[in-house]
């Protein structure tokens, strides 16, 4: 996992040099930033127990707000849905797959343009992650997580006018997940101390696209 993070933090180095064009600032004091958009995620899904592990994705929504208190950094919240993909070929033949990202992030405009705003920053928070299917047999379960959430964020922001834009983004992220219930026919089931999935962890790389409002 470490050579994907190093892969995906020279990614971000380029998409910063890619957006170094325009000609004066946009980002100032007091400006006041929402964020819509909508992204992929992949990830390494790994068993806190042992060292094996699989790859996941999600489809994911953030919502973002960000208030500027000095001409280069700014600091807000974000609240994510990430809906999983779920394969079909999985013993349970209805499954679904999704969570909450919610947390606090501080950010640093090193270049900032005419049409052109790029930051970079880290985001500290919670996630939730639920699982939730019924088998061949009629069995449904429902499994529910929730942990620690950490982002290094790289985003690019390009302005049509004074208010509106878009922005891209590839953000470096790692969720800690510890298992709170396990439902089997809505009949909660014992967790037990040597169970391999009571621990996971999500690590990964979001590629982001939206739209941004500054007022």
């Known amino acids: 996992m470490t050579n994907k993070i190093q892969k995906s933090a020279i990614i971000i180095v380029l ?18 930033i929402i964020s819509l958009g909508s992204g992929l995620a992949v990830y390494s899904l790994k068993l806190a127990s042992n060292d094996s592990s699989t790859t996941a994705a999600s489809f994911s929504f953030p919502l973002t707000y960000e208030y500027a208190f000095a001409d280069k950094f700014g600091v807000g919240f974000v609240v994510q849905r990430n809906n999983f993909i779920t ?13 909450w990202t919610f947390g606090l992030q501080s950010t640093f405009y090193f270049l900032r343009r ?3 705003d790029l930051h970079t920053g880290i985001m500290l928070g919670g996630n939730t992650f ?13 499994i529910s997580y929730s942990g620690f959430a950490f982002k290094i964020l790289g985003l ?5 006018s004074d208010k509106f834009g878009m922005y891209t983004g590839i953000n470096i992220t790692n969720n800690a997940l510890s ?10 089931q ?6 391999d999935w009571k621990e996971i962890n999500l690590s990964g790389v ?10």
């Open 190 to 195: 014992e967790i037990k101390d040597d169970d």
């Open 179 to 188: 298992l709170n219930e396990f439902l089997q026919d809505g009949v909660k």
């Open 114 to 116: 005419e049409k052109v």
């Open 87 to 99: 394969g079909d070929d999985s013993a349970a033949k209805s499954t679904t797959a999704g969570g």
């Open 206 to 215: 979001e590629l982001m696209l939206g739209l941004v409002v500054k007022f």
């Open 156 to 160: 690019c922001q390009i302005y049509f």
């Open 130 to 142: 639920n699982i939730s299917g019924t088998d061949s047999n009629k069995v449904s379960r429902n």
């Open 15 to 32: 998409f910063a040099l890619s957006c170094s064009f325009a000609q004066s600032q946009t980002y100032r004091k007091g400006a006041n």
